[in-house]
């Protein structure tokens, strides 16, 4: 069965430091990455979106991607409390279908 | 605002009745999913449609639960003889023609049921 796997946390980061979530997943020929932030009692928001190997950032945010390894990752740079959310990792499998981690929960002390 | 409309916001039925739970996708999107999500819990996929075909309903139990999406007029999930067990956030999302590949999904601000 594909997978795609989160460390559940909560991971607490100080205020100003870098956030790192990380995100495994099984089926190699997965092609699109995802990561949503939601809030508690929100629906899930897009954050970024990536497709090829490396790094892609917009802002404060930083998508990694490493097919070889099948990892994905999220970097928040200058946390802020208003990072404090779950942070979803979605995976489009080589079936198209898009498969959700359980998300990690992120909080943000001032 | 052109995103994903939900509603109602919040529903409230008694065990036994109906819930009738409608999304309209974004404009121009014509791929529609419903998600299910339990407090402090992950999204649970249920049904994947596009306009009067369902896709993929993997995640849909076997009874008491339907989806559509006719060709005119929003998606509607349907649960029949509700139990408390149905509570939760029930979830739209909708995504673009030709979507299969890279396209992400883009959410509504969902559906909260509580069976009374």
């Known amino acids: 069965q594909k997978e795609v796997e989160q460390n559940s946390g909560p991971l607490s980061v100080p205020e100003g430091a870098i956030a790192s979530l990380n995100c495994t997943y099984s089926d190699r020929g997965s092609q699109s990455f995802f990561w949503y932030r939601q809030y508690s009692g929100k629906s899930p928001e897009l954050i970024m979106s990536?497709?090829s190997n490396g790094d892609k950032e917009d802002g404060r945010f930083t998508a990694q991607l490493n097919k070889a390894s099948q990892y994905v990752s999220l970097l928040i740079r200058d946390s802020q409390p208003s990072d404090s959310a779950t942070y979803l990792c979605a995976v489009k499998d080589s079936n198209y279908q898009l498969i959700w981690g359980a998300g990690t929960k992120l909080i943000i002390k001032p | 605002n052109a995103g994903v409309m939900q509603n109602p916001r919040h529903l409230v039925r008694r065990r036994g009745q109906e819930a009738r739970l409608r999304c309209s996708p974004m404009k121009g999107h014509s791929h529609v999913y419903w998600y299910r999500q339990l407090p402090e819990e992950g999204l649970k996929f249920m049904v994947y449609?596009?306009?009067?075909?369902?896709?993929?309903e993997s995640g849909m139990p076997k009874e008491r639960f339907s989806a559509e999406f006719p060709k005119e007029g929003p998606s509607i999930l349907r649960i029949q003889q509700v139990v408390r067990g149905d509570s939760a956030a029930y979830f739209c999302?909708?995504?673009?023609?030709?979507?299969?590949?890279?396209?992400?999904?883009?959410f509504g601000d969902g559906t909260r049921l509580s069976i009374l």
């Open positions: 990536i497709y």
């Open positions: 999302a909708s995504s673009p023609p030709g979507a299969q590949g890279n396209q992400p999904q883009h």
């Open positions: 449609l596009q306009k009067e075909n369902i896709i993929d």
